[in-house]
């Protein structure tokens, strides 16, 4: 085989390429990143606050990445809640330009086109039949389209609103919002933030649908609110489609983020856990670790096992009517932070997600357990 000209070649440069390709950069590896463009990600991506602190240590040299909210409120059928976890937005403009500046200062190479095989986990092939040879390729190209998927409408208006967002808070989910007596499905709420122009960013959403709602549903919900509260939208509409089951598409080298089926089963988020795998797969490659070592690593038995359960937990969602789903995150919430915490993390141990499911359980009312309990043994079943 040819000798690797490269130490690292990366395959996309969305979060999960990019922080591989900086943070092997930052540790003296010769990087080369293919993707069709790397314009900044255009995508609203938010995370908790603490995630992004981790990020911006470890990952983004200190520098501080993305707005904050102190307040992340839940409203449900019982009220509101202080989750007392602040939330954040990633600054994509930033948060892009220091990890490509990364990538180019250590002398790493940005190269246009589109890997369309991985040979070996050595070998790019590139559509127009150019080959890049690395000691290990990454594959991040994003993830495939899976059977059920998360959607969101959004569309911002004039701010602040209140009424709807907590002033300089984020809304992580009103359940309250968007109901429609008449028109109960698909179960939707409402996800809000103000963005950096002083507009405020409202989103109409699925949290999980197979087959997924259709965007229309969700923006005549968003309308429909919108008219009820006098608000008008300004710009171009945000519009959200996150596949929730996709397999792993990244084939023969080593996957990251969304090509490593490493999208959170139940949630869609990825972001937050992409920046903090950039590091913990430069690291291995630098010990020498080869493509088979650093794929084990990013997908090991105790990963796949929480994916596993993440996604029993979304089987259960997807058979929850809007009352149903309105009463499990009322009873998710009032779990110790630390529990629901564990749940929103695809990071986290299989034990530590479990035992969230368990309390969960616990803690509804026996009709919404016995719902839960049926949906867990037919998806142990399925
Ligand atoms: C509108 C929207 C909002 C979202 N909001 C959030 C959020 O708030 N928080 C969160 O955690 N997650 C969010 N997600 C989900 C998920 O985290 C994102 O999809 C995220 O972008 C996945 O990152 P990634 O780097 O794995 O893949 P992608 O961002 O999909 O990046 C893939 C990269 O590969 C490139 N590429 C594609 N094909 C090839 C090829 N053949 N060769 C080379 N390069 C290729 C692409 O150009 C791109 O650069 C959102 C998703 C969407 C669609």
């Not at 892009?96 to 940005?110: F, K, N, P």
């Not at 999208?263 to 797969?281: D, E, I, K, N, Q």
């Amino acid at each position: 085989m040819t000798s690797p000209r490269w130490d690292v070649v990366v395959a996309g440069a969305g979060p999960a390429g990019l922080a591989v390709a900086a943070a092997c950069a930052d540790r003296g590896l010769s990087v080369a990143v293919v993707a069709p463009s790397t314009r900044p990600w255009t995508h609203t991506y938010g995370l908790w606050a603490d995630e992004l602190a981790t990020a911006e240590t470890t990952l983004l040299g200190g520098a501080a990445a993305g707005a904050r909210y102190p307040t992340t409120l839940v409203r449900t059928g019982a009220g509101d809640h202080d989750l007392r976890r602040p939330y954040a937005r990633l600054d994509n403009e930033l948060v892009h330009a220091t990890l490509l500046e990364r990538v180019r200062a250590a002398g790493g190479e940005l190269v246009t086109g589109r890997v369309g095989q991985v040979r070996d986990g050595r070998v790019a092939v590139l559509d127009d039949g150019a080959e890049l040879t690395g000691t290990v390729v990454v594959d991040a190209r994003g993830g495939g389209p899976g059977t059920a998927q998360q959607r969101a409408w959004g569309e911002r208006v004039a701010g602040p609103v209140p009424d709807v967002v907590p002033v300089g808070g984020a809304l992580l989910m009103d359940w309250t919002a968007l109901r429609d007596p008449a028109d109960p499905r698909p179960p939707a709420f409402l996800y809000g933030m103000g963005l950096d122009d002083g507009t405020v960013l409202l989103e109409a959403t699925s949290l999980a649908g197979r087959p997924p709602v259709p965007l229309p549903a969700l923006r005549d919900r968003l309308h429909a609110h919108l008219a009820r509260h006098g608000l008008r939208s300004v710009g171009e509409p945000e519009k959200v489609a996150i596949p929730l089951d996709a397999r792993a598409t990244g084939t023969g080298g080593v996957p990251v983020g969304a090509a490593a089926g490493r999208v959170h089963p139940a949630t869609g988020y990825s972001v937050a856990s992409s920046l903090r795998l950039g590091p913990v797969v430069a690291d291995a490659v630098v010990g020498g670790a080869g493509p088979a070592e650093v794929a084990a690593l990013v997908r090991s038995r105790r990963r796949r096992a929480t994916l596993g359960l993440l996604g029993i937990g979304r089987e259960v969602l997807l058979g929850l009517d809007e009352a149903a789903t309105d009463r499990f995150f009322q009873a998710f919430f009032t779990l110790p932070s630390r529990a629901w915490a564990a749940y929103l993390d695809v990071d986290s141990s299989p034990a530590a997600v479990a035992a969230a499911m368990l309390r969960v359980a616990a803690a509804l009312p026996a009709a919404g357990r016995r719902t839960l309990l049926t949906g867990v043994v037919r998806a142990l079943r399925s």
